[in-house]
């Protein structure tokens, strides 16, 4: 499955994992280049769910109102 239909969640789970390989400093250099340039996209996808997510926020809160607001009738 590819990054990009994976959840964000799931992405920041391969992320991580890609970190901990990374620090552990064991990968040789090939696969380390591999991993790290896994790990960009990953990092740019998961920024950008976050960014839509932001959008959505902002359009559901602009003039101050929010789906949380209880109004009085």
């Known amino acids: 499955m590819s990054a990009e239909k994976l959840s964000f969640e799931d992405q920041l789970k391969q992320l991580e994992a890609i970190v901990e390989s990374l620090e552990k400093g064991e990968l040789p250099l090939e696969d380390s280049l591999s991993q790290f340039e ?7 996808q998961c920024q950008q769910l976050l960014d ?3 959008q959505k926020v902002t359009l559901l809160t602009q003039n101050g109102e929010t ?5 009085e009738e």
């Open 38 to 44: 896994k790990g960009v996209k990953l990092t740019r």
């Open 52 to 54: 839509e997510a932001q």
């Open 67 to 71: 789906p949380f607001t209880v109004t």
